[in-house]
């Protein structure tokens, strides 16, 4: 994209070089102490200037008390009206110097006013403090300045934002000046410059930039409104576009979720054809596990903190999947061949646990703190975000659905519970103890959920209640996709993830998740046996 746009960008920064550079001069000539004399008018325009003035010097040493003044920690001393900055230490106040920051001794109660500030004299701090941060040695820190400056930059900025620009070397930065010296350009430049300046513009697919377009229509006339007119239409494709793959990353990762709250039900659902309605509370164990395992790192390994998730998989799975066998031992082997029955024990079974997690961690929501390489997005353009946490759940439900597979397909275990699964009697007849198997299947069904515990305490609240959210979607999976069938399990919560994500911007959460209800419906009453039937004698009888 720069080399795109750096032929028209150079024709900006020369106008903006041609012209005489006023303020650099005034501040090489004057200390900053000096400048910082503007700051104590009564009036916020006579302010606005000074700032303004500060922040197109481009001295460094300016930014602390303009930070303390946006924070309303700037004052102005009674006693010799000097500018200072008001710190507190240890329960004390002290006065400091707003340019050299040597602490003036302390302060004394209403020996100072504090300087006041407006809601605009707010927006042009903050664009004068990323002004001064555009020569950080951090690219990031850089980055940031040039985005923020996007919004509020002015006329007298442009020196400056030229300067920068030259001196930059990081691409990405670099891109974002040209963004924003467009931008400014576009708000204060002659008609040649705002042209040019819609050029560039045009070449940034980002809502940010489509605003702008459409606020400068309102007063461009002749070629210049063709020229925002055509620019506009341009980015609106590629919105739309981003708009697209946004709602099928966002329907991926929504299906990831779904994926790993059903599969451990579709397991156990499709070989004891339990209809497990406390399966929502093994994913709420694997969550609260996830919090109990960082607590115990935080207070015996605190620097291993954020490690702390990896340690809570195993756990949350041997925890949830010990849970479920003893549940299955205890209660549900008895219940087999009655499903009612089955259904309304599972279900006090699962109010039971929530008031018994709910008795020992309260009713409130529990804090886990997401690693650091999990925090954050990944940037793809303007108008395509992917953040970290979800990419996180999307690799690892793919992780949790292969080795599923692997361990039915290739093990020994999963031949036998595949033979459960097909014929139960002739499974008997060989030698299979189907009451083992169906213990164990439980157990690794449960402890799955466990494992969606530990996906879900990433994005949702850890509650008493984490299950109930999802209980009735994995339902809806297993039976979309086929009664015990792993890849229809896997097509099903994509589909309906994909398809919830593109509803939703058109009928809202609510109604989204009821239209796929009665579409789920309206399936079955086609294939009752869902997209992947399972085949054998005792399924076909």
């Given at each position: 994209m720069l080399r795109t746009i750096l032929p028209l960008l150079t024709l900006l920064l020369a106008c903006i070089t041609l012209q005489p550079p006023a303020t650099a001069q005034t501040t090489a000539d004057q200390t900053g102490t000096e400048l910082l004399d503007g700051l104590r008018a009564k009036s916020f325009k006579a302010k606005i200037a000074a700032v303004e003035k500060l922040a197109a010097g481009g001295d460094p040493k300016v930014a602390a008390?303009?930070?303390?003044?946006?924070?309303?920690?700037?004052?102005?001393?009674?006693?010799?009206?000097?500018?200072?900055?008001?710190?507190?230490?240890?329960?004390?106040?002290?006065?400091?110097?707003?340019?050299?920051?040597?602490?003036?001794?302390?302060?004394?109660?209403?020996?100072?006013?504090?300087?006041?500030?407006?809601?605009?004299?707010r927006?042009?701090?903050?664009?004068?403090?990323?002004?001064?941060?555009?020569?950080?040695?951090?690219?990031?820190?850089?980055?940031?300045?040039?985005?923020?400056?996007?919004?509020?930059?002015?006329?007298?900025?442009?020196?400056?934002?030229?300067?920068?620009?030259?001196?930059?070397?990081?691409?990405?930065?670099?891109?974002?000046?040209?963004?924003?010296?467009?931008?400014?350009?576009l708000r204060h430049g002659s008609d040649d410059e705002k042209m040019a300046a819609v050029k560039i513009l045009t070449d940034f697919?980002?809502?940010?930039?489509?605003?702008?377009?459409?606020?400068?229509?309102?007063?461009?006339?002749?070629?210049?409104?063709k020229a925002i007119s055509l620019a506009a239409a341009s980015i609106d494709q590629r919105?739309?576009?981003?708009?697209?793959?946004?709602?099928?990353?966002?329907?991926?990762?929504?299906?990831?979720?779904?994926?790993?709250?059903?599969?451990?039900?579709?397991?156990?659902?499709?070989?004891?054809?339990?209809?497990?309605?406390?399966?929502?509370?093994?994913?709420?164990?694997?969550?609260?596990?996830?919090?109990?395992?960082?607590?115990?790192?935080?207070?015996?390994?605190?620097?291993?903190?954020?490690?702390?998730?990896?340690?809570?998989?195993?756990?949350?799975?041997?925890?949830?999947?010990?849970?479920?066998?003893?549940?299955?031992?205890?209660?549900?082997?008895?219940?087999?061949?009655?499903?009612?029955?089955?259904?309304?024990?599972?279900?006090?079974?699962?109010?039971?646990?929530?008031?018994?997690?709910?008795?020992?961690?309260?009713?409130?929501?529990?804090?886990?703190?997401?690693?650091?390489?999990?925090?954050?997005?990944i940037e793809i353009t303007g108008g395509l975000v992917l953040t970290n946490n979800r990419i996180c759940i999307i690799i690892f439900a793919a992780a949790v659905f292969l080795t599923l597979t692997l361990l039915i397909r290739y093990t020994d275990f999963g031949l036998r519970m595949r033979a459960v699964t097909q014929n139960r009697s002739m499974a008997n007849a060989v030698g299979i103890r189907s009451n083992w198997i169906d213990a164990m299947t439980f157990g690794l069904g449960s402890g799955v959920a466990g494992l969606a515990g530990v996906a879900l305490s990433q994005i949702d609240n850890v509650s008493p209640n984490l299950g109930q959210g999802y209980i009735i979607d994995s339902f809806l999976v297993v039976v979309f996709g086929g009664v015990g069938n792993l890849w229809g399990t896997l097509v099903g919560a994509l589909s309906l993830g994909v398809a919830n994500k593109f509803l939703e911007p058109y009928t809202g959460a609510v109604l989204a998740k009821i239209l796929i209800l009665v579409l789920v419906i309206l399936f079955i009453q086609k294939r009752p046996r869902g997209l992947f039937a399972l085949k054998g004698r005792a399924v076909e009888n």
């Open positions: 008390p303009l930070t303390a003044m946006l924070e309303g920690r700037l004052h102005i001393r009674k006693s010799d009206r000097a500018l200072v900055i008001l710190e507190k230490r240890d329960g004390k106040k002290f006065f400091v110097d707003p340019i050299s920051g040597e602490t003036l001794g302390e302060a004394k109660s209403r020996s100072s006013n504090k300087v006041r500030v407006n809601n605009r004299l927006g042009v701090l903050r664009s004068a403090l990323g002004t001064l941060t555009l020569f950080s040695k951090d690219p990031d820190i850089r980055l940031k300045a040039a985005r923020a400056i996007f919004k509020s930059a002015d006329g007298n900025s442009l020196t400056i934002l030229a300067k920068a620009y030259l001196d930059e070397t990081d691409d990405d930065v670099r891109e974002a000046l040209a963004r924003t010296v467009a931008a400014t350009r697919s980002d809502q940010g930039v489509r605003d702008l377009l459409a606020k400068a229509a309102l007063s461009a006339k002749g070629d210049l409104a919105l739309a576009f981003f708009g697209v793959l946004q709602n099928l990353f966002q329907g991926i990762s929504l299906g990831s979720v779904l994926l790993l709250a059903a599969i451990g039900l579709a397991i156990t659902f499709g070989v004891m054809g339990v209809i497990n309605m406390a399966h929502g509370e093994m994913v709420m164990l694997g969550a609260y596990t996830t919090h109990v395992v960082q607590v115990l790192v935080l207070q015996h390994f605190p620097d291993a903190v954020t490690h702390s998730l990896l340690l809570s998989i195993p756990v949350a799975f041997l925890v949830a999947g010990l849970f479920g066998v003893f549940l299955e031992r205890s209660v549900i082997r008895f219940l087999y061949g009655r499903p009612l029955e089955t259904l309304l024990a599972t279900w006090g079974l699962s109010l039971m646990l929530q008031q018994f997690v709910r008795s020992i961690f309260g009713p409130t929501n529990r804090e886990v703190i997401a690693p650091s390489w999990m925090s954050g997005s």
